[in-house]
Nanobody
Framework: QVQLVESGGGLVQAGGSLRLSCAAS????????MGWYRQAPGKQRELVAA???????NYADSVKGRFTISRDNDKNTVYLQMNSLNAEDTAVYYC?????????WGQGTQVTVSS
């Protein structure tokens, strides 16, 4: 079994910053890609950012220049530094890990940006 545990969500004012963390534990052999997705009320879940084991990252256009994804392979942890937050960033943020050929999801962490 693999578990992903997210932390770092919360309430922040517009223009502020938050840092999300997601730690993977369990029967982990090799985590290929780790990423962050978000789902706002009434909207589909969307990719925010993803990073490979080699450190290559990609971002949604809406967060480029504001969010930074990083990972610590030794700790099986991925981070999302979110700066210049705005109301449109309000959502539940989910961590996803691709291990071998299976996808694993975290339980989600709420991020609320007040304007």
């Amino acid at each position: 079994q693999v578990q992903l545990v997210e932390s770092g969500g919360g309430l922040v004012q517009a223009g502020g910053s938050l840092r999300l963390s997601c730690a993977a534990s369990g029967s982990i052999f090799s985590i290929r890609t780790m990423g962050w997705y978000r789902q706002a009320p009434g909207k589909q879940r969307e990719l925010v950012a993803a990073i490979t084991s080699g450190g290559s990252a990609n971002y949604a256009d809406s967060v480029k220049g504001r969010f930074t994804i990083s990972r610590d392979n030794d700790k099986n942890t991925v981070y999302l530094q979110m700066n210049s937050l705005n109301a449109e960033d309000t959502a539940v943020y989910y961590c996803k890990a691709l291990i071998l050929t299976r996808e694993y999801w975290g339980q989600g962490t709420q991020v609320t940006v007040s304007s």
